[in-house]
């Protein structure tokens, strides 16, 4: 079989460019794999599962009679061990689960804020 001498050239630039077309599109295009993908979903999901349980975390520590001498335990626990100080007192567990979650605790301890939270009685009156 005789091919046209234009043929070869053509395949290998063919081949040369879907190459270099793949490099670009997976180095500086943005191009992932599908498990790189799930893995950013995943992470993205489970980011947006804490940020919507901080306000049953931080609610939970509100109306908690005990949450004056719980304050005082976090507040006494070490700076790395005050996220697990803050999943003993329980306001990290997840309504419906038996088990205190670590990253829903860390956000909640940052929202909480419990080095500038100013000790208010029980029986305090909101008057605002």
């Known amino acids: 079989m005789n091919a046209p001498e234009w043929l070869k050239p053509g395949i290998y630039g063919a081949v040369i460019g879907a190459a270099l ?3 670009v599109g997976f180095t500086w295009g943005g191009w992932v ?4 993908a799930n893995d950013r979903a995943m992470a993205m ?3 947006d ?3 919507s349980m901080v306000p049953v975390c931080l609610e939970m520590a509100q109306s908690d009679p005990a949450r004056a001498e719980k304050l005082e335990t976090i507040r006494a626990a070490s700076t790395y061990q005050r996220r697990d100080a803050l999943m003993e ?3 990290a567990t997840v309504p419906g689960t038996d ?3 670590r990253d829903i605790a860390q956000a909640c301890l ?3 804020d419990v080095d500038a ?5 029980e029986s305090a009156v909101d008057e605002g």
């Open 110 to 112: 940052a929202a909480l």
């Open 21 to 23: 077309v793949g490099v």
């Open 33 to 36: 794999t599908g498990g790189t």
């Open 99 to 101: 088990a205190p979650n």
């Open 45 to 47: 999901s489970q980011d």
């Open 117 to 121: 939270l100013p000790e208010r009685p």
């Open 49 to 51: 599962v804490v940020a």
């Open 89 to 91: 007192a329980g306001w």
